[in-house]
Each structure stands twice: as structure tokens, then as C-alpha cells.
């Protein structure tokens, strides 16, 4: 009897309340699931990795690992989608524009990081060069700081995104050349590769060179490429004229540009120069990297 009644109130209920059950326990099920295969995913992927792996800050890595069909990587390579946006600017040189490479916060602390060692910036000679006789071609001030020496760690970061952009080794750049100019400050068109015609025997060279704007200018200061598409290139170029492809400074953005062909020979159209700054400052980080490891 009684349990009859049991049974008949249990019965009543669920009669009642049928759809309201059901529905709650679908829901319950379906988070219980969604988030313990999350978590089984990630205790796994835990399991994989038995060596600490840094996990990469701002350095464009994804979530959405799962949105790809992801290969089980080398023991150097990543468990993630690397995002890194960028635009061909051009294929004479071959140059690309980064927009958002590094954040307003890093690139404020690498000027930060500069302001301490800042120097009038130097020329490598030619032959009948000196001092004298090149002043007005390089007129900004600058400072060479290593990833290492930077206790703030930023440069780590911006130099680990820029050998993932490039696919050349951290080991293969020389330290970042921190540069300010000031309203009038320029650099004459120049090649970053040394040609040994003019600079003697080179024991490795200057493939590439990645610029990252640390400030906006609010007029001048672009990075010019005069002889971009084969043009300008007649002779009747001065070296200081402000021509041909212009890269604007904005904050945060990158530029990089190879200045060898893929043979090692000096692709002629990757001259290119900073124009004056007419208004504001402009703050730029360089980074060039070489076809060889550097030895610092
Ligand atoms: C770029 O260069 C090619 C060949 O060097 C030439 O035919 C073309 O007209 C140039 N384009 C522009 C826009 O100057
Ligand atoms: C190297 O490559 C460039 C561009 O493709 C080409 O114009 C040049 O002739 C090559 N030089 C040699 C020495 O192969």
C-alpha cells in the first residue's frame, strides 16, 4: 500500500513535471560534458608535454587550437596555431607591413628601456669616409640593447615573434638598434647589406632588417624605399630626396624587408632611408638579421 502510494505520488510528479526534468537534466548533461571533455583535453595535452613548454605571451598564438586539425608537432615546434597578420608591401624589395606587432604598453617600455643608453648613432665607413665628410647622413640618436640585457623582458617577447615572422633563428640577429629623431633628423637612403666592392670582405651579411615602430609621427619620418619596382634608379638619385614607396610610423606596427635575393646577392631595390621628421618624434627598434649566427 504504501509503497503503492509512493509509487502513485512519484508517478503523479513526473507526470507533472516531465518536460522540466528532462529539460534541466539535457542542460546538466550537456555543460557536464562540454566542460569535463575540456578539461580531459587539457590534462592530456598536460601529459603530452613532458618538458616545460613557455607558453608564448602576445605572440599571436590562438586558442582555437581546435578549430585545426593540429599535428602532433617536433620536439622544437609549437602545440598551437601561430596568428602573425601581415601585408605584402611590396615583391621590389620584398617588404612586409605588421600592423599590431607589439602593443602601445611594450613599445612605450622599450623607449623607456633606450632612453637610459641613448647615443648620437654612427655609420659603418667606406673607403675616404670619415667622420666628417658622412656627417648629416645619420643624424638620429641611438643605442644597441640585446634581448638579454633587457631586465623588463619585452624584447624577449618582441625578438621570439620576430624569428616566428621570419622563420630565422633568434641566434642570427644581431642586438636591437634603438633609434629616436628628432624634428630634422633623417637617414640618407642607404643599404642595410655591406657590399664588399665597397666595405671589403664580409665574414656574414645583412639579410634582413625588421623595424618596429615605437611611436606615431605626427609628420615625416616614413621609411622610404626610392627604388622600389626597379624606379629611380637612372642615376639621378640623391640619396636625401624623401621618393618612392613610403612607409608611414605607427605605433606598434612592423616593417620587414629582405635585403638579399634568395641567391645572397644584394637585391639593389631594398635601398631605403628615413625621411626627415617635420613634426613630433619618431622612436623605431631595428633588428637585422644576418645569414649567419652571430657570435654575441
Ligand atoms: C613596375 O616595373 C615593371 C617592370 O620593371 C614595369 O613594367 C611597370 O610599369 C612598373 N610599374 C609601375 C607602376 O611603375
Ligand atoms: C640572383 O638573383 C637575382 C634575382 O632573382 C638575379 O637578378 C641575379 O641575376 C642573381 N644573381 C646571380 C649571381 O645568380
Request: net charge neutral.
Amino acid at each position: 500500500m504504501k509503497g503503492k502510494t509512493v509509487k502513485g505520488n512519484w508517478n503523479l510528479r513526473t507526470n507533472k513535471l516531465t518536460f522540466p526534468y528532462v529539460f534541466l537534466i539535457c542542460i546538466f548533461f550537456f555543460l557536464a560534458g562540454f566542460f569535463g571533455s575540456t578539461l580531459f583535453s587539457h590534462s592530456q595535452d598536460d601529459g603530452h608535454s613532458l618538458r616545460p613548454r613557455p607558453r608564448p605571451r602576445f605572440l599571436g598564438s590562438t586558442k582555437k587550437e581546435t578549430e585545426y586539425n593540429l599535428l602532433t608537432a617536433g620536439v622544437s615546434g609549437d602545440d598551437s596555431i601561430t596568428s602573425i597578420p601581415f601585408q605584402v608591401l611590396s615583391w621590389k624589395p620584398r617588404a612586409l607591413y605588421f600592423p599590431n606587432f607589439a602593443t602601445a604598453e611594450q613599445c612605450k617600455g622599450i623607449v623607456d628601456v633606450a632612453k637610459a643608453g641613448l647615443k648620437p648613432s654612427t655609420l659603418a665607413l667606406r673607403e675616404g669616409e670619415n667622420e666628417e665628410n658622412t656627417k648629416g647622413i645619420r643624424t638620429s640618436s641611438g643605442v644597441f640593447v640585446s634581448a638579454s640585457e633587457d631586465k623588463t623582458g619585452i624584447l624577449d617577447v618582441i625578438e621570439e615573434k620576430i624569428a616566428r615572422a621570419t622563420m630565422i633563428p633568434r641566434t642570427h640577429g644581431e642586438a636591437f638598434n634603438i633609434l629616436r629623431y628628432e624634428i630634422g633628423q633623417r637617414y640618407n637612403s642607404h643599404y642595410d647589406a655591406f657590399n664588399p666592392a665597397e666595405y671589403g670582405p664580409q665574414k656574414s651579411q645583412r639579410m634582413a632588417s625588421f623595424l618596429l615602430y615605437l611611436s606615431d609621427v605626427e609628420e615625416g619620418g616614413e621609411t622610404m624605399f626610392p627604388y622600389e619596382n626597379g624606379s629611380n634608379m637612372d642615376g639621378s638619385y640623391g640619396f636625401e630626396e624623401c621618393i618612392g614607396l613610403r612607409v608611414r610610423p605607427r605605433q606598434g606596427d612592423g616593417l620587414l624587408f629582405y635585403s638579399l635575393f634568395p641567391n645572397g646577392t644584394i637585391d639593389p631595390t631594398s635601398l631605403h632611408g628615413s625621411c626627415p621628421v617635420i613634426k613630433g618624434e619618431k622612436w623605431v627598434a631595428t633588428k637585422w638579421i644576418r645569414n649567419e649566427e652571430q657570435d654575441d
